[in-house]
Every structure is written in structure tokens, then in C-alpha cells.
T-cell receptor, first 112, second 114 residues
């Protein structure tokens, strides 16, 4: 595809359930980022993958959050035992090296 | 503490008018500053990127300025259009950190009315 895609676009889940969010970066982009954006707030950095290097997980808010990336392709962000404060839009971005990031449309997560 | 502050928080203008959005930062050492446009329900889209040595950069009707001495940037929108209604986010990268650790402002919400 021409851009970064994310799925699902919307996810409603019950408190305590696990969720998986998917990101398909632009083909050839070596770097992939996950961000969280709460309503009316700025973007919060969560995690960064660059090629085969160890990911930078310094932004993950708790051990309930984890992410994986297969080579330089798809990434999955997993949130275990979801809490209401996890409700937000989760944005994925990719870039070639550390150049301009191209963002996906986001997944809106609602925890009830 | 590295911070990016934007003002105003929200702005309403009439179609065809100009406006200027402000960004102040305390990120140090500075690497570059980016402005993004985020339409409702969409991911951010890059408008401009400026390094320390650049003090102005244009992208169509968008012109960004940077004063690295006072640590201020502005985004000027000329002859606004209804499609300019969006959030505008200022993002600063710290030199020495990997540039992926960007510091995001909370954005200015712009509404352009006919």
C-alpha cells in the first residue's frame, strides 16, 4: 500500500481483556514507532523499532504493554488486562532511518 | 526538563484570513523542529522540518519560522481555507538522543469558518 495502515480502526473491549493492535508500515521503512494519544492530549512515545536493533521500550507505561515486530514489516502492540485509562488512539508511524515519520490513521481503543 | 508548549490551545478564524500559531520549547540540545497537521480522525502529516541553521521554511500557504536563540517557532497560515481546520502539532527533537525520541506539543486546534 501507499501508506501506513493500522487495524482495527476501532476497538471496544471490556476492562481486564487483552487486545492486539496491528501496524503495517510503508514497505522499505526501517523504523517503526508506536504512540498513544489520549483525548485532547499530545502524542506520547511508546516504543521504537529500528531494523534488527533491540527496540527502545522506554515509553511503555507498564508491563501490561508489549510490542513485537517481524523483521522490517508488521508490528503488533499488545495490551494485557486493559484498564479504562488505556482508552486512547494508538498511532503507528514508520520512517526510513530517522527521517520524516509517516503516520497511520490510528486505532481508537475504548475500554468499558 | 524537555518540554514543548503551544499556543493558543484553540483558534477560530474566518476563511481567507491569516493566522499564526506559536511553539516554545525548552528541549536541549536542539536538533530539529517539525510541524505536523493532524486532521480529525487521521494520523499527523508532516508540514515542515527545520534544523538549527534554518530560520524559515515554507510549504505552500504554510510558513514556519524558527528562532533558536529564544527557542521559539511559529507556523503562519496564509489565506486560510476550510480544509485547514485541524490540529497543528509542534515536535522538537533533541540532539544526541536518537532523533526518534521526539518531544510533542499538545497542539493547537484550528477551526476555519466560512
Amino acid at each position: 500500500g501507499a501508506g501506513v495502515s493500522q487495524s482495527p480502526s476501532n476497538k471496544v473491549t471490556e476492562k481486564g481483556k487483552d487486545v492486539e493492535l496491528r501496524c503495517d508500515p510503508i514497505s522499505g521503512h526501517t523504523a517503526l514507532y508506536w504512540y498513544r494519544q489520549r483525548l485532547g492530549q499530545g502524542l506520547e512515545f511508546l516504543i521504537y523499532f529500528q531494523g534488527n536493533s533491540a527496540p527502545d521500550k522506554s515509553g511503555l507505561p507498564s508491563d501490561r504493554f508489549s510490542a513485537e515486530r517481524t523483521g522490517e514489516s508488521v508490528s503488533t502492540l499488545t495490551i494485557q488486562r486493559t484498564q479504562q485509562e488505556d482508552s486512547a488512539v494508538y498511532l503507528c508511524a514508520s520512517s526510513f532511518g530517522t527521517s520524516v515519520q509517516y503516520f497511520g490513521p490510528g486505532t481508537r481503543l475504548t475500554v468499558t | 526538563k524537555n518540554q514543548v508548549e503551544q499556543s493558543p490551545q484553540s483558534l477560530i478564524i474566518l476563511e481567507g484570513k491569516n493566522c499564526t500559531l506559536q511553539c516554545n520549547y525548552t528541549v536541549s540540545p536542539f536538533s530539529n523542529l517539525r510541524w505536523y497537521k493532524q486532521d480529525t480522525g487521521r494520523g499527523p502529516v508532516s508540514l515542515t522540518i527545520m534544523t538549527f541553521s534554518e530560520n524559515t521554511k515554507s510549504n505552500g500557504r504554510y510558513t514556519a519560522t524558527l528562532d533558536a536563540d529564544t527557542k521559539q517557532s511559529s507556523l503562519h497560515i496564509t489565506a486560510s481555507q476550510l480544509s485547514d481546520s485541524a490540529s497543528y502539532i509542534c515536535v522538537v527533537s533533541a540532539y544526541g538522543d536518537s532523533s526518534y525520541k521526539l518531544i510533542f506539543g499538545s497542539g493547537t486546534r484550528l477551526l476555519v469558518r466560512p
